[in-house]
């Protein structure tokens, strides 16, 4: 487990050393992070990975098994939900349906005997907020599945809640929707400023929304970072596999692994990288993005002189898939294979066909290197 990334002064929601169980399994094992104040933090990872469990722990509706959970400096870990600071949206959205879209948003305030102005003049705005200020007076049943989640999101945030929490908001809404959703969805969180923590197995969505990724497996946290930093630098094979498409080759470590100046050999593929932490002759997974692969072109200035680069090699293409704006093309080199990402135009200008011959490259820092064998080895 990873220490908590930020100091205890400045942070608005503190989790320490939660764990959930449900009888003999483990949900949540010893977990600790904590959030800014105003930050767009997403639970990410594959179903079943305690993300959903973890954002129920903080809302009061699991209560942890050991562990405490802080908000704005007061420790909430044994307080009912109705007694935490906090706004939620559901997956379902969870809209009463013999509402109105008015009464909907209206719910919370009503049953705090606001005044029947002040209940308006909040609906009102908070209608004008999302971008549906005409729509007060249907039912949820007459409005589209992007609209029924932006009521809901409306109904949230409709007490000033100092934490909003997401559960899987878009995942019920098809791709064009969510797209668009999720930049509404960010814009509002900036311009209220409320924290917010969102739970996704999306990792497009993550990687889009928010300011910091909490990637988890199996109960515990992987990393924790912006966005970036998980994409460029997965702390762990899992990280790796998980977020984006990688290349992963059985190697072994060659040359001066101690002083960092080795490389790797995966078959009869030579390649440069930081070997620091290694030692010559240890077996490890090689990760590359694809990319990351470089084609080579002697014959004109870009690619001048870069024949006998570092990391340089002869690849046979084995298939061409169209993608939109890039090609993915399968490269095979002395018994290994290699994914790379390509775009049209530099395809065409290589000449990248089925059966082709091409020089590529893998720069020296495109290689990361882990212990053990690769996923599904």
Request: aromatic fraction near 6%; charge should be negative.
């Amino acid at each position: 487990m990873p220490p908590p990334d930020s100091p205890s002064n400045g942070s608005y929601l503190r989790v320490r050393r939660l764990t959930k169980k449900f009888g003999e399994f483990t949900a949540l094992a010893d977990i600790s992070l904590d959030v800014q104040e105003g930050e767009f933090v997403c639970f990410l990872g594959p179903s079943g990975c305690g993300k959903t469990t973890l954002l129920r722990a903080i809302a009061g509706l699991d209560i942890q098994t050991a562990g405490s959970v802080e908000q704005a400096g007061a420790d909430i870990s044994a307080l009912p939900p109705s007694e935490r600071d906090f706004g939620i949206v559901f997956q379902s959205y969870a809209l009463f349906p013999n509402m109105t879209v008015a009464r909907n948003v209206a719910y919370g305030l009503e049953s705090l005997k606001r005044s029947r102005g002040e209940v308006q003049n909040r609906v009102r705005e908070l209608l004008e907020l999302v971008g549906l200020p005409d729509q007060g007076d249907k039912y949820p049943a007459q409005l589209s599945g992007g609209q029924q989640q932006r009521i809901a999101l409306a109904r949230a945030i409709a007490m000033s809640p100092g934490l909003l929490l997401l559960d899987e908001p878009l995942s019920a809404l098809d791709a064009k929707v969510r797209a668009r959703l999720r930049y509404e969805v960010k814009s509002l969180q900036r311009r209220l400023g409320v924290t917010t923590i969102m739970v996704t197995h999306d990792q497009e969505e993550a990687l889009t929304m928010a300011d910091r990724i909490v990637v988890m497996n199996h109960g515990v946290i992987e990393q924790i970072g912006a966005p970036a930093e998980i994409y460029r630098e997965p702390a762990s094979v899992f990280v790796a596999d998980f977020i984006g498409t990688m290349n992963f080759l059985a190697a072994e470590i060659a040359g001066d692994a101690g002083a960092g100046d080795g490389g790797i050999r995966a078959g009869g593929l030579a390649l440069a990288c930081d070997t620091s932490g290694h030692s010559e002759g240890e077996r490890v997974t090689a990760a590359i993005r694809p990319e990351d692969i470089v084609l080579l072109d002697s014959g004109n200035a870009e690619g001048a002189g870069n024949e006998n680069r570092d990391g340089a090699f002869d690849a046979t293409v084995g298939y061409v898939e169209f993608l939109g704006s890039f090609a993915r093309v399968e490269l095979g080199c002395d018994g290994v294979r290699l994914l790379m990402d390509v775009s049209i135009g530099r395809a065409q200008h290589f000449g990248v066909t089925e059966g082709s011959t091409v020089r590529a490259a893998v720069p020296r820092e495109a290689v990361r290197i882990y212990a053990g064998a690769p996923p599904d080895a």
